[in-house]
């Protein structure tokens, strides 16, 4: 696919940077093993029927695991997940046992692992998944939401870096 006429992709990064995005870890279970990948391009679509989505990187070993899975879920990180966070952003992890270390429960509706230190789970099951260039759109149907820290502040990501919402 051809990249787009004079835009620089290093320059539309960090201009696209500039929009402050929650972080979330989206997980699944493929053939018996879990996997997991931070992903800040997540939203919501639609609430008839409740729709969400992201959009993992073609080239991740995830991004095979989780269309094969086709259920998976999203643990949307409060401020002290930032471990967690760079941790699963960490290209050429091992895969075995890659969610050792980090406490988390198999959702109710997909067994897909939510990570402790949630501050909202939703699981999926896929209910399409479109080309986007270098990425897949995956839409997800919600059958599950949860508020396992419902008092938590969330994870931002702006400007290339973690950053805290301040109270008021």
Do not use: K, N
């Not at 990064?13 to 929009?19: E, K, P, T």
């Not at 429960?105 to 990570?115: F, K, N, S, V």
């Amino acid at each position: 696919m051809p990249r787009s006429a004079g835009v620089d992709p290093e320059e539309y990064r960090r201009v696209a940077g500039r929009f402050a995005t929650g972080i979330t870890v989206v997980t699944t279970v493929a053939d018996g093993i879990a996997h997991a990948m931070t992903v800040s391009a997540f939203t919501s679509v639609s609430l008839d029927p409740v729709l969400v989505l992201f959009c993992p990187e073609r080239a991740a070993r995830f991004h095979d695991a989780v269309i094969a899975a086709g259920a998976w879920a999203v643990s949307v990180l409060g401020e002290e997940a930032e471990d967690a966070s760079r941790w699963f952003a960490t290209r050429g992890r091992e895969l075995d046992g890659q969610l050792d270390g980090w406490v988390s429960h198999p959702g109710p509706r997909t067994g897909a692992p939510i990570l402790r230190g949630a501050i909202a789970a939703i699981e999926c099951r896929t209910h399409a998944v479109h080309g986007g260039g270098d990425h897949s759109i995956v839409v997800g149907e919600v059958l599950d939401v949860s508020r396992p820290d419902p008092g938590g502040s969330p994870l931002l990501y702006y400007d290339g870096d973690y950053h805290r919402v301040r109270p008021r």
